[in-house]
């Protein structure tokens, strides 16, 4: 019997290089850009690449010096986002739970508009509550949101949209 795939694993495969070229260890800051920098900010800048300085590592963990962000802005918001790059670049690394980004270029261009984004989806409080106890005994803030996140989402129930 054929085992089933989540359609997430389907599409890194089919994009995870296109993706990795532009310096992107997978899809998830594209999907989740409206979530990191708010609805309003997402209709007029996109991510486009990471560029990571090129063999330097840090001692912590071996992880890579923080990597510069490239971000597509449409004109006039290039001054909001500007302003906004600190919070942005705090966002990420928090999405992230590692300091990934150290700072955000910016080239203007036009935005690609997505379709509408759908109805969010709807959790059952009870399971939310199963959900934060499971995570509760987890120390590091960032990794326990994080799980918070991911499994909210698993267990969450999407809404159908009614005609």
Not at 41 to 61: H, M, S, V, Y
Not at 97 to 114: H, K, L, P, S
Request: aromatic share 4%.
């Amino acid at each position: 019997m054929a085992r089933v795939k989540p359609l997430a694993e389907l599409i890194e495969a089919c994009v995870g290089k296109a993706f990795a070229a532009q310096g992107f260890a997978s899809t998830d800051i594209i999907a989740v850009w409206p979530d990191i920098v708010g609805e309003r900010l997402a209709r007029f800048c996109q991510p486009l690449k990471i560029e990571w300085p090129r063999g330097k590592r840090t001692i912590e963990a071996g992880r890579p010096e923080p990597g510069t962000l490239i971000v597509r802005v449409e004109g006039a918001f290039a001054l909001e986002l500007q302003h906004l790059v600190p919070v942005v670049i705090q966002r990420v690394n928090a999405h992230y739970g590692w300091a990934c980004i150290g700072r955000i270029v910016m080239r203007q261009g036009r935005i690609e508009r997505a379709a509408r984004r759908p109805a969010p989806a709807s959790v059952d409080p009870i399971l939310h509550g199963q959900v934060s106890a499971a995570v509760s005994l987890i120390e590091d803030e960032a990794l326990r949101d994080a799980l918070d996140r991911l499994g909210v989402a698993a267990v969450a129930t999407p809404h159908t949209a009614r005609r």
